[in-house]
């Protein structure tokens, strides 16, 4: 049975997005991709509203920190994932609200546990 729940991933890396995308949907996930600040926001205000936003922080011009504080102070709450290889933004107040921190790497499989424990598995 397909998963109904919406993941937004917000990545500048159009191959990072792409990878995600299609493993998620492989997993039974619905997602949408945004690949500038702006764009995450016409999602979040769209009609499909995310269930979950995972989160890359490195975006250029305006920085991913500046994104998370918006989400964090939407009503309804929309629980983040931060999904990044600098490890320093792990002990950013902002990024310690985040339900969960998950480092890059080749094995996307921490990051699934983390979606699961957060939304649920497909």
Known sequence: MANTQVIL???P???VRSFLSRELGVAGYKT???GACNEVFKHINGISFP???IL???FPITTGINVLQRIQS???????IIYTHLTEYEQHPLVQKAAAFV??????GDLFRAI????GSA
């Open 116 to 119: 699961a424990r957060v939304i």
């Open 9 to 11: 991933i917000a990545d």
């Open 56 to 58: 890359e922080p490195d």
């Open 32 to 34: 949408v991709e945004a």
């Open 74 to 80: 939407l009503v309804p709450p929309i629980p983040q």
């Open 103 to 108: 480092e890059k790497n080749d094995d996307p």
């Open 51 to 53: 269930s979950l936003v």
């Open 13 to 15: 890396n159009p191959h």
